[in-house]
């Protein structure tokens, strides 16, 4: 897969959540609790997910190019979205970024990719659910089912294409005015998380409680990327140990660089579900709105 120290480390913590949701399913159906088929769909649609974005479905253009944005290899990546690259581009040269700012945007563009691709792929599923639906000619019960399936996901879609435009007025947003010093969050995932917070079915009192569990959300994320940070400065030092040929060196790089692997593996795979656990509830409050 060609990927980076940091990359399989994501990739170990995507599937271990993925793993760790199809065991959950296993027990729901062995019980009878999945008779629409619901989960399993969802489940192949992380799945879809992971493999594109790691490059493991069998497109070689699908995968995202490596970068490292400590090497400043942001320019080797592409956005693939011509109004993101002409954001960047503006931003890039405006001289309102630190070079601490640029990485902290560049993180917000990639993630606004990622989200552009899911609601692709939910959006294939769904088109595909819908053709095998439209050609079933007998109503039946099993139809119905169907039928509440697709609503809940076309609810889906609409979801996560309310967040790419929120995300995309907030990108066009910073990328003309610079970063705005008295934000209450940064982290683009906890930022998206707010936004969508303040428009579910929240009291004050959930919100507040909400917000505080986002502000140590947060501070998770940011021990995530200094451990990312580590570990790839330790993967580099790494080969060109490799190249000196001082075992003694040699050894003690290896054992720092498993160290660090493990530890960004495990806050990864917290991040990610914790990440997981926030998007279930805020779904759940803006549910609530449309009933």
Do not use: C
């Not at 296993?26 to 008779?35: N, Q, S, V, Y």
């Not at 691709?117 to 109503?139: A, F, G, K």
């Not at 990312?228 to 330790?234: D, G, P, T, V």
Request: hydrophobic share 30%; proline share 1%; no cysteine.
């Amino acid at each position: 897969l060609h990927l980076s120290a940091v990359k399989l480390a994501e990739l170990h913590s995507d599937l271990k959540i993925q793993e760790k949701d199809e065991l959950s399913w296993k027990k729901l159906k062995a019980e009878g609790l999945d008779e629409d088929g619901e989960k399993e769909a969802k489940l192949r649609r992380n799945l879809n997910v992971i493999m594109t974005k790691y490059g493991m479905n069998g497109k070689k253009d699908s995968q995202l190019v490596d970068t490292n944005y400590i090497k400043d290899g942001t320019e080797s990546d592409t956005l693939d979205d011509p109004r993101l690259e002409k954001l960047w581009s503006k931003a890039k040269t405006s001289g309102k970024f630190s070079d601490e700012e640029l990485d902290k945007l560049w993180r917000e563009f990639k993630h606004h990719k990622e989200k552009i691709r899911e609601y692709n792929i939910l959006l294939e599923t769904v088109s595909r659910t819908e053709d095998i639906h439209q050609n079933v000619i007998n109503p039946s019960e099993e139809n119905l089912v169907k039928e509440e399936i697709l609503h809940n996901k076309h609810r889906e879609l609409k979801e996560k294409l309310r967040s790419i435009n929120q995300g995309f007025e907030r990108l066009r947003k910073v990328s003309h005015q610079g970063y705005d010093t008295t934000s209450e969050f940064e982290e683009p995932r906890v930022i998206d998380l707010w936004d969508m917070a303040k428009s579910a079915n929240f009291t004050e009192k959930e919100l507040e409680s909400f917000r505080e569990e986002l502000k140590h959300f947060e501070a998770k994320i940011e021990k995530h990327h200094h451990y990312q940070k580590q570990l790839e400065i330790s993967h580099q030092k790494l080969k060109h140990v490799e190249g000196t040929g001082d075992k003694d060196h040699l050894h003690r790089n290896k054992e720092k660089y498993a160290m660090l692997q493990e530890k960004t593996k495990e806050l990864g795979y917290k991040v990610k579900k914790h990440l997981q656990d926030l998007s279930s509830r805020i779904s759940q409050g803006l549910q609530h709105n449309e009933l």
